[in-house]
């Protein structure tokens, strides 16, 4: 009895995972039961190895596992450039690229007056303290292409104008976007910041 | 550096279970990480536990944490009908539906020429057993209306034929469907079967 209910209350955890909903949650927990030795207990054991060591970055708020992550520990991102992103998703997504040598900033969200999130709770009086101290020469604004991304990034801009060069990401065609299926915005924007080839 | 490796690892594993990509397993690694007290460490707990007790009723197939599970255990649904599924998801299911009071049989996996599959890796011979010892009456195949499913059905309908009465589940309208939005099949299966009202 205890047993089903324990296998019950695994879905229900599962099931409030991002991505994944009550039905895709049962049918992972059944995945997970067929394959208990190489899957279940495995993932169960991982899930707590990390759990114990993950923390975030005092520095830079990056996922890691002492007080300061690789990439703030490492001298060869000493570049003077911060590159300010929302989420801890975006970092991985940027180092996935391998385009940018610095460090980052992540902020934890984006500024709503809806959600009640206002500067303090988005590590930005931390951003401004970092620019102040660690002799910052850019600061690279990469947040999202939405209203609430924008909007923090104009915030941004407003408390460290004068202290540093700031930029922000390109805006334009993506690489293999096709010109038919983009969005009317995006195709102005491109046209307002063409290239001379 | 080795805590890294660490939420690296956990994203491959999470990427490997049904209806989660490396794209999905990262965000709901990151989400874990951010609420791991609440989210993370009661999920690996959980998931130990399940690890722990989790295997097949000797029975019928099912997931339980002891030799027979509940619905084998219980007397009230010792009526003599057998429900055969194909997995546990489907008897999940059918319990959900609640109409059934009777015992099941999970096959684990339907006939497959392609995959080798046959009928001793499908506890077909298991089938056959119970229903010459528990004095069953009636065998319901609750098989997926598809080419493989159906194909193990007559399989087993074959297996069983004189010994007990054998039924499929009706096909025809979903409750809530529209025709426009029904397949050929299902509409000529429907008005074959039609009923007087």
Chains 1, 2 share one sequence.
Not at 57 to 62: I, K, Q, S, W
Not at 80 to 90: A, M, P, Y
Not at 146 to 169: K, P
Not at 177 to 194: C, K, N, P
């Amino acid at each position: 009895m205890d047993g089903t209910r324990d296998i019950e209350a695994l879905i229900e955890m599962m099931a409030r995972l991002p991505g994944l909903g009550p039905r895709s949650a049962r049918r992972a927990v059944l995945q997970m039961i067929r394959k208990r030795g190489q899957l279940l207990a495995p993932l169960a054991e991982q899930m707590s190895k990390v759990a114990a060591t993950a923390r975030e970055c005092l520095r830079c708020g990056n996922v890691c596992t002492s007080d300061l992550c690789e990439i703030c520990l490492s001298d060869k991102r000493a570049t003077g450039e911060i590159c300010v992103v929302q989420d801890v998703g975006d970092l991985w997504a940027m180092e996935r690229g391998g385009a940018f040598a610095g460090r980052y900033h992540v902020l934890g969200g984006t500024l709503s007056a809806l959600d009640d999130i206002g500067p303090e709770d988005l590590r930005i009086p931390q951003l401004v303290t970092r620019v102040r101290e660690e002799g910052v020469s850019e600061v690279i604004l990469a947040l999202n292409a939405t209203v609430d991304g924008q909007t923090t990034a104009h915030y941004i801009a407003d408390q460290l104008e004068g202290q540093v060069r700031l930029t922000s990401l390109a805006q334009g065609v993506p690489i293999g976007g096709e010109l038919d299926y983009l969005d009317d915005g995006t195709i102005s924007a491109a046209l307002r910041a063409r290239k001379s080839i």
